[in-house]
């Protein structure tokens, strides 16, 4: 059994939250654009990205420092992490976020 499988059996609601599913989906999707921006900055140079590339960058960077980084001693539970994922979808226009429904956008998402 793969991993997705077996983390979609342990979270949403019920479990965790309703979001939580959605809300990694999108960030995973997020996060893999900000790869590609990042091959294309390394091509065009950053001059040559748009700005929507640079908000991608940005997500990459706040996913990486953020949410990756937490420290071994750090007891970082469900709330918090949900709401590190959210911060950094918020860093996108809402018309980037397509995997998440509206009504959970419109009760998480901080406009910046």
Do not use: C
């Amino acid at each position: 059994m793969s991993l997705s499988r077996l983390m979609k059996d342990g979270i949403g609601e019920g479990s965790t939250r309703a979001d939580h599913g959605e809300i990694s989906n999108q960030v995973y999707d997020a996060y893999s654009r900000a790869q590609e921006v990042r091959a294309l900055a390394g091509i065009v140079g950053k001059a040559g990205l748009t700005e929507i590339d640079l908000k991608y960058m940005d997500v990459g960077d706040v996913f990486e420092n953020e949410f990756l980084t937490q420290a071994t001693d750090e007891n970082r539970n469900i709330e918090e992490t949900l709401g590190i994922l959210w911060k950094i979808v918020s860093k996108l226009p809402k018309n980037e976020i397509t995997k998440i429904k509206d009504k959970y956008v419109d009760q998480y998402y901080k406009e910046e």
